[in-house]
């Protein structure tokens, strides 16, 4: 959108210049300057292009300075710099971006903390737990043969005593 408002006024900028010196052809575009300088009328016309700065304390469209990346205080104070939105000026505009960095740099530290740091000691501890589980599987195993032992053996000497008991032998007598 800014840019076909730029090349917009670029284009109605070069018409008026080739109405004004019909016998003069010029195919040089206005200067930044001049383009910034066409949009004065309000804030809003000035922050549509985004190479244009508005200041707010003197009512003047003037160029964002490119070679800097926030403009000077002799070219316009801070808290009276409008650029994207008029609502928004310079000052509250590096504060939040500051602030938003400093959340997203913090989170993200704490995040490879946690990811990577507190992941080493980890192993060594879930090993032990795993050694631990393992050691009372052991021990339960061994406790359950014991008594599945002991029930054998009881059950053996019942079938005795009653005669039921079953021999060893998996062959049987021929009753003839």
């Known amino acids: 959108m ?13 018409i008026s210049v080739e109405t004004t010196s019909p016998t003069v052809k010029s195919t040089k575009p206005p200067t930044l300057d001049e383009v910034c300088t066409s949009l004065n009328s309000s804030c809003e016309n000035c922050v549509g292009n985004p190479k244009c700065l508005y200041c707010k304390s003197n009512t003047k469209c003037v160029p964002y300075p490119v070679g800097n990346i926030l403009p000077k205080s002799s070219l316009c104070a801070l808290s009276d710099a409008r650029w994207g939105q008029c609502w928004v000026n310079f000052e509250a505009l590096i504060i939040t971006m500051g602030v938003i960095g400093g959340v997203i740099l913090l989170s993200l530290m704490c995040c490879i903390y946690c990811c990577c740091c507190r992941n080493k000691k980890n192993p060594a501890k879930w090993r032990k737990e795993d050694d631990k589980i393992e050691r009372k599987r052991e ?30 032998t998996p062959y049987q007598r021929f009753d003839a």
């Not at 800014?2 to 109605?12: E, Q, V």
């Not at 339960?140 to 005669?163: C, S």
């Open 2 to 14: 800014r840019f076909i408002l730029y090349f917009a006024l670029t284009i109605l900028l070069y």
């Open 139 to 168: 021990e339960r195993k061994l406790k359950q043969d014991e008594r599945k032992a002991d029930r054998k053996t009881k059950t053996d000497e019942i079938r005795k005593k009653y005669g039921l008991m079953k021999d060893d």
